[in-house]
T-cell receptor, first 110, second 118 residues
């Protein structure tokens, strides 16, 4: 099972919007609406930000939103804040009760 | 509150096995599956497998199949991940996480650092 493809890094200024893509195949991202996104600050455990492509867990700001088109899922962060600087990972169901993560994207708030 | 607390750091020699525990609290243990995820230093997250804590069914990533065993003790509300035939590339932080919905994870344990070194 190959890792999902994410850009290595993205950047944005405070107040701007950024979008992180997550490209898979017709066997994972394209086949199921079970894509989730995680935020990880250095030295910390990951935190769930988006699940089932578009849903936000309680407590996650509505500045974070998810979407999907074909084999590519996306995480958009609007109104960037300094504390959004972190690594972001996507994850997709890949059939047969298996899951696959993306390679991770480092978000820099400049 | 829902919490997963993992066992402490381990140092192992190549070829040995390691068993990491993940104790759950704040919810009914058998109602949610537990996943295990590996993260080597500076590297991406890798899904290793999961266990249905209700009936004990497991599913493993092909990458770890044959080397990983996930079990649970319902009386102790604890899940375990054992990785055998350790090599230096297995040096990593291992996380447990509760299944939040189909294929998503929340919350996560604090992580357990396993160092493989001769």
């Amino acid at each position: 099972q190959s890792a999902l493809t994410q850009p290595r890094s993205v950047s944005g200024s405070p107040g701007q919007s950024v979008t992180i893509s997550c490209t898979g195949t017709s066997s994972d991202v394209g086949a199921y609406n079970y894509v989730s996104w995680y935020q990880q600050h250095p030295g910390k455990a990951p935190k769930l930000m988006i699940y089932d492509v578009i849903k936000r867990p309680s407590g996650v700001p509505d500045r974070f939103s998810g979407s999907k088109s074909g084999n590519t899922a996306s995480l958009t962060i609007s109104g960037l804040q300094a504390e959004d600087e972190a690594d972001y990972y996507c994850c997709s169901y890949a059939g047969s009760y298996t899951l696959v993560f993306g390679g991770g994207t480092k978000l820099t708030v400049v | 509150q829902v919490q997963l607390v993992q066992s402490g750091a381990e140092v192992k020699k190549p070829g040995a096995s390691v068993k990491v525990s993940c104790k759950a609290s704040g919810y009914t243990f058998t109602s949610f599956s537990i996943h295990w995820v590996r993260q080597a230093p500076g590297q991406r997250l890798e899904w290793m497998g999961w266990i249905n804590t209700g009936n004990g069914d497991t599913k493993y990533s092909q990458k770890f199949q044959g080397r990983v065993t996930i079990t649970r003790d319902t009386s102790a509300s604890t899940a375990y991940m054992e990785l055998s035939s350790l090599r230096s590339e297995d040096t990593a932080i291992f996380y447990c996480a509760r299944d939040f919905g189909f294929g998503s994870f929340d919350p996560w344990g604090q992580g357990t650092l396993v160092t493989v070194s001769s």
